[in-house]
Antibody, heavy 119, light 102 residues
Framework: EVQLVESGGGLVQTGGSLRLSCAAS????????MSWVRQAPGKGLEWVAN????????QYADSVKGRFTISRDNAKDSLFLQMNSLRVEDTAVYYC????????????WGQGTLVTVSS | EIVLTQSPATLSLSPGERATLSCRAS??????VAWYQQKRGQAPRLLIY???SRATGIPARFSGSGSGTDFTLTISSLEPEDFAVYYC?????FGQGTKVEI
């Protein structure tokens, strides 16, 4: 059974940092692109970042470029999101998702971890 | 940048009725559209990809159609568990969602 479990969310002040983790199991992690997608309270879905299988090619939304870094450890079946210079508007539930095809479809999602940025 | 516009924002229906949700792209995206269902407090679930392919384990009452700029998700006969918010996606862009409510 495919499972994705996020952790690392919490309350942080504006300008602070957090590192999110996503532990994967039930599939060959190193064979898949992975994504982070977020959802602000009461709002829709927003794509944040993608990472290819080997961890070399990364894509970011303009809203997080230069502040967030996506990475992975294939030996530990884990995905990460380092978030620096956090802003109030980064407050959201952050989901990791397994990506299928070249068109960024997320076929499995974690339960999400809440990041709250306070001023 | 492609913009996806979903309509209606809210769809009020009863169990057993047919639901038709629309997603319009600001430019042609061929058939590269996915649909997700999200229930309150849960993660999104992939229903349809490439406009009309059902994801693993998705019931046959869910179907997708369209190409170019106009796409449709149809739920042939609503079950109580189908009342949720539905999002379309094209690459890194999501629509704003359609809430299907009783």
């Amino acid at each position: 059974e495919v499972q994705l479990v996020e952790s690392g969310g919490g309350l942080v002040q504006t300008g602070g940092s957090l590192r999110l983790s996503c532990a994967a199991s039930g599939f060959t992690f190193s064979n898949y692109w992975m994504s982070w997608v977020r959802q602000a309270p009461g709002k829709g879905l927003e794509w944040v970042a993608n990472l290819e299988e080997n961890g070399n090619y990364k894509q970011y939304a303009d809203s997080v470029k230069g502040r967030f870094t996506i990475s992975r450890d294939n030996a530990k079946d884990s995905l990460f999101l380092q978030m620096n210079s956090l802003r109030v508007e980064d407050t959201a539930v952050y989901y990791c998702a397994r990506v299928i095809t070249a068109h960024d479809y997320g076929d499995y999602w974690g339960q999400g971890t809440l990041v709250t940025v306070s001023s | 940048e492609i913009v996806l516009t979903q309509s209606p924002a809210t769809l009020s229906l009863s169990p057993g009725e047919r639901a038709t949700l629309s997603c319009r792209a600001s430019q042609s995206v061929s058939t590269y559209v996915a649909w997700y269902q999200q229930k309150r407090g849960q993660a999104p679930r992939l229903l349809i990809y490439d406009a009309s392919s059902r994801a693993t384990g998705i019931p046959a009452r869910f179907s997708g159609s369209g190409s170019g700029t106009d796409f449709t998700l149809t739920i042939s006969s609503l079950e109580p568990e189908d009342f949720a918010v539905y999002y379309c996606q094209q690459a890194k862009t999501f629509g704003q969602g359609t809430k299907v409510e009783i």
